[in-house]
């Protein structure tokens, strides 16, 4: 059994203002954080064996994680578009706008689009890649929009859109 697996597909380059600042910032406190955990690292290195040494263990797999997340925003942020305009027909959705929908039940939810970076569903933000972005974009107000979930299909109401 091999152990490749297909690339995973790119995601869209866009960001907003914000989620930009946000992974300005995040890599800022990963730079402070990894010098803490090097010094830690070194006083764990210097207590003697290292194979039966946990803290030593747990420290270079710490390290290690603030590398791939270092490396990762560091070629990540040069290559992203920030969109901090709002588009000229603010009556269709595009991307970054605050979109309201109404389920068949009548409950009513709000998402935001956003870029692969920036994802919260707590938050309400979802990816431009999503299935439920892409059938949202250009979609204008009160447009009904199908989503096939696994067995079911559901069928939202646009009720509000903002920027």
Known sequence: MSRWRPPRPKSSPYVTAEGYRTLETELKQLWERRKDVTIALSAAAAEGDRSENAEYIYRKKELREIDRRIHYLQKRLPSLTVVSEKPAQQNQVFFGAWVTL????GAEITYRIVGADEIDTSGGLIS???PLAKALLKKMLDDEVAIRQADREMRYFITDIRY
């Open 128 to 130: 431009l890649d999503s």
């Open 102 to 105: 109404e389920n068949q039940d």
